[in-house]
């Protein structure tokens, strides 16, 4: 497969070659039903068909760091938030059931996410909300690209039913990583002093953080964030275009710490108990034995990953500038030197150094240039490659304060393991010809 031209690895990954071995082994090999309780289901699914999924969830749980019975298998990222979200609805209403004078329509349960979440977090909340069975508040977003993880404190003291927490770990347009350990800690010690000064009967809030875009290039750990639900997505590291962000299929994970004990979990869908009735459903045991190929994968070589990717995005960063053609243009990036971002990630973009004249900021500010540069074999990500068809501004980058100028000529360049310094080379010269084409009569 030729990547040559491609640098949009931040919305899916191909298949690592080990990962797509494992799948079509288990197709050969593990084709029984994981759940079959018949003689020839004994005999040849739970030897090997539950052997695979049970071996896959110790290696998705090794890589974070959780306990193997914390991982619990779905469809993909978009399910995986869909339960956590609706858990923490549902237990909320369970708990106050209980107490007969609690009044649900005028005590909501009340979510906190941040203004800058993928729509697989705020398209639930949104359909929730517009039910009338929750209210919602928005952490609001720095001009660095992070989460502004101090104004939850605001929030923890305006609002007494809260029933969850969410803010992703990685912005996926950005790469911007946010400190949700200090999110979580500040969560529970407002938690552990308003109980001791009121002697309140106040629930556990409850902390999800979506890390799709985060697994694969930086190390995670649940235990140190020490948060309640993660999602996991398997495509956006390199396992199959169902987990393909890290080089895997694309399915899904969701960690909960404890499930059912400590973290409740409730199901979306209602059948039989696979995955012991958290999500029923005939388990899908090629793609999560691929899921676990990947998660191994990284588990064993993240550090000369991150090392590749570094070497990478430095390399671009030199480039773009070396080979800039003319003085009036400049290159901005969406970070800035108090951002923490993913190694393999750069939201870029360009513009004047001083006002053109209007037929020069038309051309190039109304000019799609991840369309233009496709014309010539470069692929690369303009905002979220989930809704990139609409036609409206980056809200991620509306909510950092971004130019409408900068917004127009945004780029996210992410690289994967197969990236080059020969491919960015062509890239640098393909961009700076386009971008030139549309200013030329300037230079």
């Known amino acids: 497969m030729d ?120 398209e639930p909340i949104k359909h929730l909300m517009n039910k009338n069975l929750i209210s919602v508040s928005y952490l609001p977003t720095k001009s660095n690209g992070s989460v502004d993880i101090e104004s939850i404190k605001k929030h923890l003291t305006e609002y007494k039913n809260i029933a969850m927490i969410s803010v992703m770990l990685v912005n996926n347009e950005t790469g911007v990583i946010n400190d949700i350990k200090s999110l979580v800690e500040i969560v529970r010690s407002f938690e552990k002093n308003f109980k001791s000064k009121k002697n309140s009967g106040m629930s556990r809030i409850l902390i999800h953080t979506d890390a799709a875009q985060a697994i694969g290039k930086i190390r995670v750990d649940v235990s140190e964030l020490g948060i309640d639900y993660l999602t996991v997505v398997g495509h956006k590291s390199f396992t199959l275009l169902l987990f393909p962000k890290i080089y895997g299929p694309r399915i899904g994970a969701l960690y909960a710490k404890s499930p059912s004990k400590y973290t409740p979990v409730y199901p979306i869908v209602h059948g039989a108990d696979q995955e012991r009735g958290f999500r029923p459903g005939t388990e899908n045991t090629p793609m999560i034995a691929g899921l676990g190929v ?137 961009y700076w010809d386009v971008v030139l084409s549309l200013v030329r009569s300037e230079v």
């Open 3 to 122: 990547v040559s031209g491609y640098f949009n690895f931040q919305a899916t990954t191909p298949l690592a070659s080990e990962v797509s071995k494992s799948i079509y082994e288990s197709c050969l090999n593990e084709w029984g039903n994981p759940s079959s309780n018949d003689v020839f289901g004994q005999r040849y699914n739970w030897k090997f068909s539950k052997a695979s999924i049970n071996r896959s969830r110790a290696q998705v749980a090794r890589l974070i760091g959780s306990k193997p019975e914390d991982i619990i298998f779905t469809s993909g990222g978009t399910e995986s938030n869909n339960i956590a979200i609706i858990s923490a609805y549902e237990h909320y209403i369970e708990n106050h059931k209980q107490n007969s004078n609690f009044d649900t329509s005028s005590n909501l349960p009340h979510f906190i996410i941040s203004n800058i979440e993928h729509p697989a977090v705020l």
């Open 294 to 430: 990947a998660c191994g994968l990284i588990s064993e070589n993240l550090d000369s990953y991150i090392k590749h990717y570094l070497d990478m995005t430095n390399y671009f960063k030199q480039q773009i500038i070396e080979f800039k053609p003319v003085d009036f243009l400049k290159i901005s990036y969406a970070h800035d030197n108090s951002s923490k971002i993913i190694p393999n990630t750069l939201n870029f973009s360009v513009s004047f150094l001083n006002n053109q004249p209007n037929c020069l900021n038309e051309k190039l500010y109304n000019s799609d240039l991840s369309d233009l540069l496709s014309n010539y074999k470069i692929y690369i990500g303009k905002g979220s490659a989930c809704h990139s068809g609409l036609k409206v501004n980056s809200p991620v980058l509306s909510a950092m304060g971004m130019s409408p100028e900068n917004m127009s000529t945004s780029l996210r360049f992410s690289v994967g393991r197969e990236t080059n310094y020969s491919h960015i080379d062509n890239f640098v010269k393909t």
